[in-house]
Structure formats: C-alpha cells, structure tokens
C-alpha cells in the first residue's frame, strides 16, 4: 500500500494516518474547523475538517491514529487531502504510532557508534571532554529527537542523522582542507543542535518547549557548554570557541545567529549544515514526484518547485 506522500492529485485514499498536528481556526463563514497534518512513515499532508464540533476538538488532535478517507489535492502549489470521512482507529486494528512514524534510514545503534568514533578521533582533551560528556549527557534524547518540527530531518531519530551526515561531509572537506581544526569542527557538528533536545517537547508530534520559545537552541548549548566547562573544571580558550561555532552556526543574524561566523571552522560549520539540510529538503520532495514531474513548492527553498529529470 502507498504511503500519503506518494499519492497524486486525483487519487482517492483511505488509509490509518498520525495525527501530527491540530490546529483550530474560524472559517470566513464564522464556523470553526481543524487544520490538520496527517502523517505515515513516507511523509505528511495536509488537509481541513471542516464545521467542527466540540467533541472532535477532543477527538481529533496530536498523538491520535485515524482512518482517513479522502481525495488528493492540489493547492497553492501544494498537494492537501479533502476529507470525505474520518474516525478513531478502532481497537481491534492492529496500528501503533511506530507503524506511522517517518525514521531515519540508519538504526540508533549505529548512528551512536559513528558520533562515538569521531569523538575519540579527537585529539584536544578539553574539546573531547566536553563533547562527550554532553553526548552522554543527552545520549537517550539526541538518538530520538527529530532535527526540527519541519523542512528538514523533522523525523524520529532525525537529529542524530543529520549530525552523521554532517560528520561525514566534514571528514571529506577536513581531508581537502588540512588546515582546519577537526577537532573543533567535528565538535561544533555534534553539538550544534543538541540543544533542540531542550528546544522541541520530543520525538513524537513535535512542538516547542517554553525554553525552546523563549530561548531556541542556540542559547541553550551555548549555556550548556559553559556550564559543562566548570563542572569538569575545564579552563581554555577552547571553550570560548566551541560557544562561538554553535552561537554563529546559522550564518547570519536574520536566519537565527547572535554572531557571524568568526572562525574558519564556524564558517565550514555553517556550511555543511546548510548543504545537508538541504540535500534532505530536495530529496525528500523529489521521491515523491515522478521523472519529467515538478516537486510542490518548497517553502525553505525560497518556495521553488524541482524538476526531476527523465534520465539517471
């Protein structure tokens, strides 16, 4: 059975879906409705239950398994499901979340292995020390969490795959590049987007936290660092280092960062973060379309749509 996300406009679905996310609005008729975001292993969509009652503000919100019928959609560029009848799932089908949950392509087991090996590849005591005492620290969360709520590696386990990949892109750069520290740069890719831990509620229907609100995950690792610092009586430059790489690794002030990259391996950082996310952005969008197709708009991607080429 196909996955939501590889249904195109004019089929006709009816399959268990995750309810990611509820929203409630007020349509221009004055009558409530839910923007939902349904979702299974292969991806998400998004749909509107309209004239809604109270009960199904109770019924029909994150976390719940359904059966959704309905019909495929195009709109604004994008693809949304209207809905022709949903319900709870019904005890005796045999759906669990894990079923329905988008999950990176490599087991938990092996990404810890990968982030463990490059930890001891480094050779500054005060930056290994204090990245695996933070990896540890976090162990359990960092192998679960997703990299966002959306765009990019916003799947189960997505966070530490995305810090794998980057691992490996900044091996092959290091090797291009000899006088980058890698140390520093393997540190700055692990650690960069620990703090989603704190920032996000968790691997599953994913939202903000207070802290991740009031604070994002920047300022959160930069604190974390620091704090790590004088628990293991850690004192260097180091350490005002490691702060900058995370506190920059956005690259400008209107995406995110307090400070510009100021540091050779800040601005490779920044890079290698941006590449990845984005080869995931237009990956994921391109599996969902057929060669001579054009992918739905990708807001991220300054709201483009892809071309997927005819020939290999």
């Known amino acids: 059975m196909k996955g939501i996300a590889h249904h195109e406009v004019g089929d006709t679905i009816d399959l268990h879906l995750f309810i990611k996310n509820a929203i409630k609005g007020t349509a221009s008729n004055g009558k409530p409705f839910l923007s939902l975001i349904f979702q299974d292993k292969s991806g998400e969509i998004e749909a509107k239950l309209w004239d809604v009652k ?24 994008k693809l949304q499901l209207r809905i022709r009848a949903i319900r709870l799932k ?8 894990g079923d329905l949950l988008p999950t990176a392509p490599l087991g938990k087991d092996e ?7 490059y930890i ?53 750069i290091a090797e291009l590049y000899p006088s980058l520290n890698k140390d ?30 009031l604070l994002g995950h ?5 604190n974390e660092i620091g704090k790590v610092a004088d628990e293991l009586n850690i004192q260097g430059e180091e350490i005002l280092i490691l702060q900058h790489i995370v506190l920059s690794h956005h690259g400008k002030a209107e995406w995110g960062s307090p400070k510009p990259p100021l540091v050779k391996e800040a601005e490779i950082l920044h890079y290698i973060d941006n ?24 807001f991220p991607l300054e709201n483009r749509s892809l071309y997927k080429p005819n020939f290999k």
């Open 54 to 77: 109270p009960e199904d503000e109770q019924i029909y919100v994150p976390e719940a398994i359904v059966r959704v019928t309905g019909d495929v959609q195009n709109y604004k560029g």
């Open 184 to 213: 520093l740069l393997y540190a700055g890719v692990i650690l960069h987007d620990l703090g989603k831990v704190m920032e996000l509620s968790g691997p599953i229907a994913t939202t903000y936290t207070v802290e991740g609100n």
């Open 111 to 117: 990404m810890a292995d990968t982030i463990t090996k």
């Open 120 to 172: 001891f590849e480094m050779t500054n005591p005060n930056i290994q020390r204090i990245t695996r005492h933070l990896v540890k620290k976090y162990s359990k969360e960092f192998l679960e969490y997703p990299a966002a709520t959306k765009n990019h590696h916003e799947f189960f386990s997505g966070l530490a795959y995305h810090v794998v990949s980057m691992l490996d892109l900044a091996k092959a």
């Open 218 to 222: 920047i300022s959160i690792m930069v």
């Open 90 to 97: 019904y005890d005796n089908e045999a759906v669990n979340i």
């Open 275 to 298: 590449l990845d996310a984005k080869m995931n952005m237009m990956d994921r969008a391109l599996d969902r379309v057929k060669p001579g197709e054009f992918t739905e708009r990708i």
